[in-house]
């Protein structure tokens, strides 16, 4: 019997390497949280994310999306500024101030400005004034994904 201790083996790490998949997790893909009120444009921002291939969850006022935000950790939050309840600038402040907070990119139903202004205090990292342009909310948003990933 001979065993020639030189001879090439299969490395775990490169057969690995090779094929990611064999070793990914379920799901790969980031996480997308969309909190907004109104459920048609919930149901429209979360089948584009969807359709883009992010996770998406969706929450229909603010407390459900601060509960949703600790639970899933999400890499983007989607998030409406008129909700019921806890409205969006209260929402954004209480995501930042915990640490890993994901980004959040706010839609506004007023003009730009100075609402804008306000939600970029609170730690949102983009605002968009509705209505928004749909190819414009995608691109925004796979900026600050691609941000979070990198
Ligand atoms: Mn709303």
Known sequence: MHYDFNAPRPSAPDAMLA?????????????????????LNRKLFCELLKARGYDVIGASDGLAGLAACRTYAPDLVLLDVQLPGLGGVEVAQAITDAPDAPS?????????????????????????????????LLERAEDLLAEQSA
């Open 19 to 39: 094929n990611p998949s064999a070793i990914a997790p379920a799901s790969q893909a980031q996480t997308v949280l969309v909190v907004e009120d109104d459920p």
């Open 104 to 136: 959040i990119l706010a839609v506004s139903a007023f003009a730009a400005g100075a609402d804008c202004a306000r939600l970029r205090a609170a730690g949102c990292a983009d605002c968009l004034a509705k209505p928004v342009a749909i190819a414009e």
